[in-house]
């Protein structure tokens, strides 16, 4: 069955850390892939997308992601997280065949200071 | 710049009211959303309007009842509806249907939170 898989359920991490979170999906074909964040109690927003070109892919906030096509993987990064960077990351996938999104099940981050 | 605009915010409605969520957007998209989302759960689909016409119906209990008006707005009509059923309810719209190539990004509401007692 076709899957967006997070591995990271909950992460927690201090203040100034990096941060790489997995997301990887089981299609097969071209995809689009992108990374939603979740702030509590807030909407989703789009953090970054990758349609084609540079895999490397730099969004809002100073995350980036990966696309590493061999893999199937687009892991999200932040070379220093924080406090503010508490909330929800969610990856979806949107493949050639498919008229929807799917997204992964997401992570929960959690930044002490 | 990307707006998608849900009211109202907060709804609570007992087991035997009908109500109804609604959805705008003005960025000229003419594929619509609605999704459901639980506590730190993944939204999870449950219709696609396309050119104001029901695309995908992802099996929703007819409780849940769509309608789009014109190509700017969504509605989502309650009625019957079980406690189960409280959760955020997520509006969304692209430019055209999702699929790969076609440079299409999806963009969500802020939702409207039900509670259903």
């Known amino acids: 069955a076709q899957s967006v898989s997070q591995h990271n359920h909950h992460v927690i991490l201090s203040e100034a850390a990096s941060l790489e979170l997995g997301c990887n999906y089981s299609?097969?074909?071209?995809?689009?892939l992108f990374w939603y964040v979740q702030y509590p109690g807030q909407h989703l927003q789009l953090l970054l997308k990758?349609?084609?070109?540079?895999?490397l892919v730099k969004g809002i906030k100073g995350f980036e992601a990966e696309f590493i096509k061999s893999k199937f993987s687009f892991n999200l990064r932040k070379p220093s997280v924080q406090w503010s960077d508490t909330a929800e990351y969610f990856c979806?996938?949107?493949?050639?065949?498919?008229?929807?999104?799917?997204f992964g099940t997401g992570t929960s981050l959690t930044v002490i200071p | 710049d990307t707006e998608v605009t849900q009211t109202p915010k907060h709804l609570v409605m007992g087991m035997t009211n009908k109500k109804s969520l609604k959805c705008e957007q003005h960025?000229?998209?003419?594929?619509m959303y609605w999704y459901k989302q639980k506590a730190k759960k993944p939204p999870e689909l449950m219709f696609v309007?396309?050119?104001?016409?029901?695309?995908i119906n992802e099996s929703v209990p007819s409780r849940f009842s769509p309608e789009c008006p014109n190509s700017s707005l969504l509605n989502l009509h309650l009625h019957a509806l079980q406690p189960e059923d409280s959760a955020l309810y997520l509006c969304?719209?692209?430019?055209?249907?999702?699929?790969?190539?076609?440079?299409?990004?999806?963009?969500f509401g802020e939702g409207s939170w039900l509670t259903v007692v």
């Open positions: 969304a719209s692209s430019q055209g249907l999702l699929r790969a190539n076609s440079g299409n990004t999806i963009y």
């Open positions: 309007y396309s050119y104001e016409k029901l695309s």
């Open positions: 979806a996938v949107n493949a050639r065949t498919g008229n929807q999104f799917y």
């Open positions: 960025m000229g998209h003419r594929a």
């Open positions: 299609y097969g074909g071209t995809v689009n």
């Open positions: 990758y349609f084609s070109g540079d895999p």
